[in-house]
């Protein structure tokens, strides 16, 4: 959620900073603005809505200079409106600031600095920021300690980014806690600050993330990282390997629809380098597993939000059932609610694509101070939930632009395959026959999502037969049961169609008094070990009068004879066939919300990093 793109440097900032904000729509937001120090005095344009509405606004009234900061707010404190949006301005007029994240003490700050005559403009918590800053100026102070007597004030997780009239040689900026991460950019003679990679990437490939309270002084030609408390910090330059022409829709009409194809390379290039197909085992570097380790692990908690807890839950039987090792999944949110039971021979297992999921990072803070192993799988390079682990799985997914979540789902499915595998075979518990034919399974991987790829014109004429749907019911069982709430979650979020998930074996227990003619009921029937109970699930169904859409392997003519419409995919291993079964579910939303004329990258309400609880 919410966007930063800041630059100081001879160039106009406003162009590149409306460019970066654009490569960062896929985080959600509401209402737009940027500010730039044009002839001496700071100039912000801002307004709800989309980006579209501010450059229409800049082109009406331009604005040219630097430095400059903007941002994409996605509302937390007072509704979307112009007075709410960032950039915000102090009294004087000669400091602005951007944030994300929320200050948890905002009202008491904000009592004291009314009290001692500060006028608010607008119903948001970060203007508390901008009076603090300008506060700490007027008793003498510079802008850098200014800012950092305001960062050690303010409570709460931050990503800020400060800059001011009087000194325009500099931007500040800070991150505090996991609110999202801060990149700092390097070029020649300029440099840049970020929220996301996406938002630089087509200026600099040299980077710079912020650890939680660090905080940074920004110049055209120096950038100085030290801690709120002074300490001057030596930080690591990463270089990324992103392509910027990889953040492009190219032929497709959405996002959401480029990297739904986009699987089978992504899924190609989680396997690289970590599969040895001659010697039939799984190697994960990054991750820092040890045969010791291995063996002392007694138990493994897979915390993560939404998509990723749902490929958690997939992930949950795969570890049992391969590795044998004690396996559950807690909704990060709750995780550090729950008091669990954690101790030096538990693994946390964060899922995230963004890496920077406020309430996965908090998880992980929770187990890091109960003494737990921490482990992430995450997408974005560098980003929190990978540093601070103490081993990783990077999904190999590259950027992801649609809100909605697709190849950064079947990855982590494939990577905790991997994961079992690997944890299995230091543990002792697969016999070489079982580990080859389990490594053998991966190769198919690729092709099977191809495959099931090249059936979209068929998808997409089930989903003009479901286009008018109220309301969806989603049933899976086993591995695939995880499938049915994942399918269902992709249809809510970009097509507005309540669809609910369930354990098949449960619809008899409540959901199946709902079922009649108007409510579809998809059905995943691959053959599994589960495929005889979904069979009786669907005569179950339509003996209520309801529409079943099954999801069956080729050839399949009983779930044929009874289904009202059939999504045919290939046969696949079973303990790999949720990486299959996903991906029709995937086409059918996409193109359900795409025939209903909706905005599917960017739905209503969402963002792409949650970085506020």
Known sequence: MCGIVAYIGARDATPIILNGLKRLEYRGYDSAGLAVLQDGKIEIRRDAGKLARLAEM???SPIN?????????????????ARNAHPHLGATGRVVVVHNGIVENFIELREELIAEGAEFSSETDTETIVHLVEHHIASGLDLTEAARRTFQQIRGAHGIVLLSADEPDKMVCARIGNAGGVVLGLGEGENFIASDIPAILEHTRRVIFLESRQMAVVRRDTVQVETLDGTA???????VSWDAVSAEKGEYRHFMQKEIHEQVRSLTDTLAGRVDFNAGRIRLPELNLTPELARRIQKIYITACGTAAYAGMVGKYLIEQIARIPTEVVIGSEFRYSDPIVDGNTVVLAISQSGETADTLAAMEEGRRKGATLWSIVNAIGSQAMRIADGYISMQSGPEIGVASTKAFTAP????????VLLADLRGVLDDKTRRALVADLRLVPD????????EAKIEKVAYALKDIRDCLYLGRGLNMPIAYEGALKLKEISYIHAEGYPAGEMKHGPIALIDENMPVVCLAPKDPWHEKMISQIQQAKARGGRVIAVATDGDELVASMADHVIWIPDA???LSPVVTV????????????IRGLDVDQPRNLAKSVTVE
């Open 448 to 455: 099977l999502a191809g495959r099931t790829l090249a059936r």
């Open 583 to 594: 991906i029709p579910l995937q086409l059918l939303a996409y193109h359900i919300a795409a």
């Open 65 to 81: 200079g630097s430095p400059g900061v903007g941002h994409t707010r996605w509302a937390t404190h007072g509704a979307p409106s």
């Open 233 to 239: 910090i030596r930080p690591q330059v990463h270089n």
């Open 413 to 420: 499915l494939v990577d905790q395959y991997m994961l079992a």
């Open 573 to 575: 291993p079973w303990r």
């Open 58 to 60: 800049v082109n009406g």
